[in-house]
């Protein structure tokens, strides 16, 4: 007897901006009740590490929740705030080599 595996949609998307040391986040979390909620927090960076959270609003499907969280983010980029790519925070070394490199010889014994 095989299974399929069960497909989940998403239960949650984020968009993460940046300016001068502070973050913008802006989330969407769908509740028990299949409901989405849109929200946006601000951290800043400073000593005081402050956190504030605002603009909730519920929606009926993820899909309208990430149009909205589309909308919030091109409207906060024109005030200033930039764009984050998701998994690009650090850069690949370059490769030491292009080919394979020769075996090391073998120590002579004294």
């Not at 502070?22 to 409901?35: E, F, I, N, T």
């Not at 983010?73 to 790519?85: H, Q």
């Amino acid at each position: 007897m095989t299974t399929k595996p069960k497909t989940t949609e998403p239960q949650s998307a984020t968009i993460t901006l940046r300016a001068s040391g502070a973050m913008l986040r802006l989330v969407a979390l769908r509740k028990p009740d299949a409901s989405v909620v849109t929200y946006v927090t601000t951290t800043t960076t400073d000593a005081d590490k402050r956190s504030a959270r605002g603009m909730t609003e519920r929606h009926p499907t993820m899909d309208a929740a990430k149009k909205t969280l589309l909308a919030l983010a091109s409207k906060a980029e024109k005030l200033g705030w930039t764009r984050t790519a998701p998994g690009r925070a650090f850069a690949a070394k370059p490769d030491a080599f292009s080919a394979l490199p020769a075996a090391p010889k073998p120590a002579v014994k004294k």
